[in-house]
């Protein structure tokens, strides 16, 4: 267990709509960062943030938002949701946000989605 | 940009040892780093390499030489639960300073009796 949650851990969903991802990540991490994992792409960065502020983008969709809160958790919203979509979606997190060590990044369980 | 070549499919028999290489093209490296995955499952920190040479946890090592962006994962006495897919990925500099994993497509591992 990494000590990062993450809910809920299936989504079954249709095209076109929305869904959000939430993630807490481990007591005294600041650093979330959101991972998209499909079949054929691997794991793809799409965002990160330290401490309430967007750090970093990797691929990430105009229709995918996220956002850190005051508490440190994070929760990922997918909108105008495609087939192509469908993956597993991992949050991550890690005490600091630059070079400093600690260096790894704790994974969550993941949220599966699917869209049909 | 950022690329990673691993192999996509190691098979190994329990007992030996297998090597899994990553190749990697990246502006403003900062460390080559390993990560294990079962099916399904959220991936694990191994190990990670910021300068030149051999690191070894137990039956894990990982080399990393800077000069030719090459690194690889050294797994020594097989046991059948290292079945699993093994992540390379660098941590890279990007331009508004975040420091964001990008990983390899990953190899599969089979350890077969």
């Known amino acids: 267990d990494s000590g990062v949650t993450q809910t809920p851990k299936h989504l079954i969903t249709a095209t076109g709509q929305r869904v959000t991802l939430r993630c807490s990540p481990r007591s005294g991490d600041l650093s979330v960062y959101w991972y998209q994992q499909s079949l054929d792409q691997g794991l793809q960065f799409l965002i990160h943030?330290?401490?309430?502020?967007?750090?970093a983008k990797g691929n990430i969709l105009e229709r995918f938002s996220a956002q850190q809160f005051p508490d440190l958790h994070s929760e990922l919203n997918l909108s105008s949701l495609e087939l192509g979509d469908s993956a597993l979606y991992f949050c991550a997190s890690s005490v600091g946000a630059t070079g400093d060590l600690p260096y790894e990044q704790y994974f969550g369980p993941g949220t599966r989605l699917t869209v049909t | 940009g950022q690329s990673l070549e691993q192999p996509s499919e190691v098979t190994a028999v329990e007992g030996a040892i297998v090597q899994i290489n990553c190749t990697y093209q990246t502006s403003g490296f900062y460390g080559l780093s390993w990560y294990q995955q079962h099916d399904g499952g959220a991936p694990t920190f191994l190990s990670y390499?910021?300068?030149?040479g051999l690191e070894e946890t137990g039956r894990f090592s990982s080399f990393l030489s800077r000069s030719d962006s090459y690194g690889y994962l050294l797994l020594q006495e097989l046991q059948m639960k290292d079945s699993a897919s093994y992540f390379c990925?660098?941590?890279?500099?990007?331009?508004?300073?975040?420091?964001?994993?990008?990983f390899g497509k990953g190899t599969s591992l089979l350890v077969t009796p």
């Open positions: 943030y330290y401490n309430g502020e967007e750090r």
């Open positions: 390499n910021a300068l030149d």
């Open positions: 990925a660098v941590r890279d500099r990007d331009s508004n300073s975040g420091y964001a994993l990008n």
